[in-house]
């Protein structure tokens, strides 16, 4: 009986074991193989791209599972994290974010289907923070605005 349970786990274990390998494909070989690369993990990075000192971005992040904690940034500071995706369930992490008097509230930066299109290609998603609002980019050059203050 031991050795039927083993035979029928073996595959299954050389297929998560694969698609690990293939998850972490550099991003330089992403682009050639992007239509049969499913990613399993990501990378969220934060970034204060506001103008002054004195004011510091104040920002707190979650996920139904993790509690990412408070985080102060100053000018040019940058918070990230890592996870990986449910397949089951489904992926969202929200942010809170406050400057000085203003304030935005349940921001969504990653949620499956949306962030797991728009990023899959490096594996990285970014946020902006500026004096107008809040720009994404999944390569941390091309900036497109999606939140307003």
């Not at 239509?35 to 934060?46: D, S």
């Not at 985080?71 to 929200?94: A, C, P, R, S």
């Not at 490096?122 to 609002?133: A, H, I, L, Q």
Request: charged share 20%.
């Amino acid at each position: 009986m031991p050795c039927n349970n083993f035979r029928t786990l073996t595959p299954l274990l050389c297929m998560l074991m694969l698609a690990s390998c293939i998850s972490q494909t550099p991003v330089s070989y992403a682009k050639s193989v992007d239509n049969l690369v499913i990613r399993f993990r990501y990378k969220v990075h934060i970034i204060n791209g506001l103008p002054e000192n004195a004011k510091p971005l104040e920002l707190s992040c979650h996920s139904n599972d993790d509690d990412l904690g408070h985080h102060t940034l100053w000018k040019d500071q940058e918070f990230q994290f890592k996870f990986g995706i449910h397949f089951w369930k489904k992926t969202h992490f929200v942010c809170n974010f406050s400057w000085g008097s203003k304030s935005l509230n349940d921001i969504t930066i990653f949620v499956n289907k949306v962030e797991t299109r728009t990023c899959r290609e490096t594996g990285n998603c970014f946020w902006k923070v500026e004096t107008n609002g809040i720009y994404f980019s999944n390569n941390d050059q091309n900036w497109e605005k999606r939140f307003k203050w």
